[in-house]
C-alpha cells in the first residue's frame, strides 16, 4: 500500500521547472512542502531533494517529514 509523505523544505528557486506551475522569483528562497507518494513511511530525501530539483529548486535544507494520513479528513472538524 502506497502513503503520501510530507517533506518540508527551504530552498532557493533557480528557474529550470520540468514541471508548469506558477513560477516564484528567480533566486528567491521559499519555505515549502512537498508532497510525494512512497511505498513505505521511511524519509527518504535523496528521493525528495531529486522530486525539489524538478520543480526546479537548489539548495535544500530539509525542515521536517510526516506521513499523510488521509482517514483524517473523515473527522467532523474537517467536514465543510
Not at 503520501?4 to 508548469?20: D, L, P, Q, T, W
Not at 513560477?23 to 508532497?35: Q, R, S, W
Not at 512512497?38 to 521536517?64: H, L, M, R
Request: glycine letters at 8%.
Amino acid at each position: 500500500m502506497s502513503i503520501v509523505a510530507i517533506y518540508s523544505f527551504e530552498g532557493r528557486f533557480a528557474g529550470k521547472s520540468e514541471y508548469e506551475f506558477f513560477y516564484p522569483e528567480v533566486d528567491a528562497v521559499h519555505k515549502c512542502m512537498l508532497f510525494q507518494v512512497q511505498v513505505d513511511d521511511v524519509e527518504s530525501w535523496e528521493g525528495a531533494t531529486a522530486e525539489c530539483a524538478k520543480y526546479g529548486f537548489t539548495d535544500i535544507q530539509p525542515n521536517g517529514f510526516g506521513v499523510m494520513i488521509p482517514e483524517v479528513l473523515d473527522e467532523e472538524a474537517y467536514q465543510g
